[in-house]
């Protein structure tokens, strides 16, 4: 009986460690050529050099079901819904992955090249800089099927552990001109250590709600997530270093626009997580359940096209692109969409935590009454991911206004600002994923 007992406590002691198995892959995106940059609608050439090299990066996890999930995090300003539909069909084709169980995570560095049709209202370029762009965008889809693979064959023997620190960079920059304004924030750190059967670290996940918007200059760079994973990947030797964009949509690091500034930045969030991975951290059992769908979420007050010609005439160059953009996709679609399919995707790991993935520039309202909802201790709030195609205001930021609350919906290309029932829309949808969890 003492044997049997033995046996067994070792048979559990040996299947929790041998639950999970862990792989990492990154490739190196830095651009080949010049090209224009992302993010900032005011400047005015492509490239001209390369600050550091961006990536992405990719992390497979088994459970002990078997199943595997991977996430893949960027130093892009986006993935839009082609990119990410191209990318996760060929991962489910190649490799298995059901869609539900990869997902898409930019850092939103306004350093990166322009990838297909993101934000593209907001940028100046000519003609010319169409095929560089395409030419870029296409290598980088084949890059992140390749480097989810990569990943995948490296699955080995791991354990997990998951905790929060804080960093205090990220500042509400709705009330640098509206000090009116109330001016929430985000300034969790949540951490996922992977460690290898050997317990050397082998990847750090971290996450930050915060707009990689330090630098504005036309050289390449990850921006200050860029220069976070750099330093995280120099700590801890031989370890990937991976960034998740929280609901950062309304916060910038600020004071900023030096490159002493973002390495500043850079490093509070890496010394941050390190912070969080020298304390005692909470151990991650399988299994993983995913769940992702989709919810229409309706625009307000989508134009016409007579509405849109009166305003080909606009003295603002964005309102002019924007309806010289809408009455193209008019004239080849015969219509305009009254409302955008919005991923939501969930994760649970175990009883230990729990991500929520959502698209868009996430404001932070929906972290915190996320978090509020499904526990202050253990969810981790993405946003950025699987398709970066607007702002997503709460009802909150919709009725404030602003850039936040509709006129970004400019500059993304979009009919107009979302109807009143947008945040009631995605905080519904991510109960009903949530329940779907499998
Ligand atoms: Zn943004």
Redesign the pocket.
């Known amino acids: 009986m003492r044997y049997a007992i033995a046996f067994l406590l070792l048979c559990g002691t040996f299947r929790v460690e041998g639950a999970w198995k862990a792989g990492t892959a990154k490739v190196d995106i830095t651009p080949t050529e010049p090209i224009w940059l992302a ?1 900032f609608g005011s400047r005015t050439r492509p490239s001209q050099g390369v600050r550091h090299k961006i990536w992405v990066k990719a992390l497979a996890l088994e459970d002990e079901t078997g199943a595997k999930t991977v996430l893949v995090t960027s130093d892009l300003l986006g993935f839009n819904r082609r990119m990410a539909d191209v990318a996760t069909r060929e991962a489910e084709r190649k490799y298995g992955i059901p869609r539900d169980r990869l997902a898409l995570n930019a850092s ?1 560095t306004h350093s990166a090249p322009v990838t297909d049709t993101v934000l593209r209202v907001a940028y100046p370029f000519g003609p010319e800089h169409e095929p560089v762009i395409a030419r870029y965008t296409e290598k980088l889809l084949t890059q992140v099927v390749d480097v989810i693979g990569s990943a995948l064959a490296d699955l080995k023997p791991a354990t997990l552990e998951f905790g929060q620190g804080n960093a205090g960079f990220a500042t509400n920059r709705r009330r640098v001109r509206l000090r009116n304004l109330p001016g929430p924030v985000d300034h969790d750190v949540p951490v996922l250590a992977v460690k290898g059967a050997d317990g050397a670290m082998r990847a750090v996940v971290v996450g930050y709600a915060c ?1 990689a ?1 330090s630098l504005n200059d036309d050289l390449v760079s990850g921006d200050w997530p860029g220069f976070t994973q750099i330093e995280l990947e120099r700590s801890y030797p031989g370890a990937t270093a991976y960034f998740v964009t929280g609901a950062g ?1 309304d916060s910038n690091p600020l004071p900023r626009r030096t490159e002493e500034l973002s390495k500043h930045y850079g490093g509070a969030l890496a010394e941050a997580a390190s912070q969080v991975l020298s304390q005692k951290m909470t151990p991650v059992t399988g299994p993983l359940k995913a769940a992702f769908g989709t919810v229409d979420l309706p625009f307000a007050d989508v134009p016409n096209r007579e509405q849109l010609q009166a305003r080909l005439d606009s003295k603002d160059q964005y309102e002019r692109r924007h309806a010289q953009y809408l009455l193209k996709r008019i004239e080849q679609d015969g219509k305009l969409w009254d409302h955008y399919p919005y991923p939501v995707q969930v994760w649970q790991f175990g009883n230990a935590f729990r991500m929520i993935l959502l698209g868009g ?1 996430l404001v932070v309202d929906y972290a915190l009454r996320l978090k509020k909802q499904y526990g202050w201790m253990d969810t981790w709030i993405a946003g950025y991911t699987n398709d970066v195609f607007a ?1 997503i205001p709460s009802l909150r930021v919709l009725k404030e206004g602003g850039y936040e609350g509709g006129g970004a919906m400019l500059v993304y290309g979009q009919p107009s600002p979302f109807s009143v029932a947008v945040e009631e829309l995605i905080v519904d949808k991510v109960e009903r994923v949530n329940k779907a969890l499998h």
Do not use: C
């Open positions: 993010g939103h707009h918007t949509a520039e702002y």
